[in-house]
Nanobody, 118 residues
Framework: QVQLVESGGGLVQTGGSLRLSCAAS????????IRWFRQAPGKERVLVAA????????YLDDSVKGRFTISKDNTKNTAALQMNRLKPEDTGTYFC???????????WGQGTQVTVSS
């Protein structure tokens, strides 16, 4: 199993920045892909960013391109989502997710709340 713990959420004004962190533990050698999802109130989780755990390929949703950056540190088993020029529509609970070998559903963190005030 893999355990994921997010941190770094908070309340910020429009145009501000936040950096989310995801700390992985357990069978981290099985991680193949690390992803960040956002869930706004009353809406489904949507994929915001993704990165190969063993490489540098990244994916960013069009809504965050040019503002968000996903990164990782394999030596520390952490991933991060740097969010700049935040907008009210970025508000939601952000979840870290790990796709791993041997599982179809992967593993989720508990989420961290991001609120962007206008």
């Amino acid at each position: 199993q893999v355990q994921l713990v997010e941190s770094g959420g908070g309340l910020v004004q429009t145009g501000g920045s936040l950096r989310l962190s995801c700390a992985a533990s357990g069978l981290t050698s099985t991680i193949r892909n690390i992803r960040w999802f956002r869930q706004a109130p009353g809406k489904e989780r949507v994929l915001v960013a993704a990165m190969r755990w063993g490489g540098s390929e990244t994916y960013l949703d069009d809504s965050v391109k040019g503002r968000f950056t996903i990164s990782k540190d394999n030596t520390k088993n952490t991933a991060a989502l740097q969010m700049n020029r935040l907008k009210p529509e970025d508000t939601g609970t952000y979840f870290c997710h790990a796709l791993t070998e041997g599982t179809r559903s992967g593993y989720w963190g508990q989420g961290t709340q991001v609120t962007v005030s206008s």
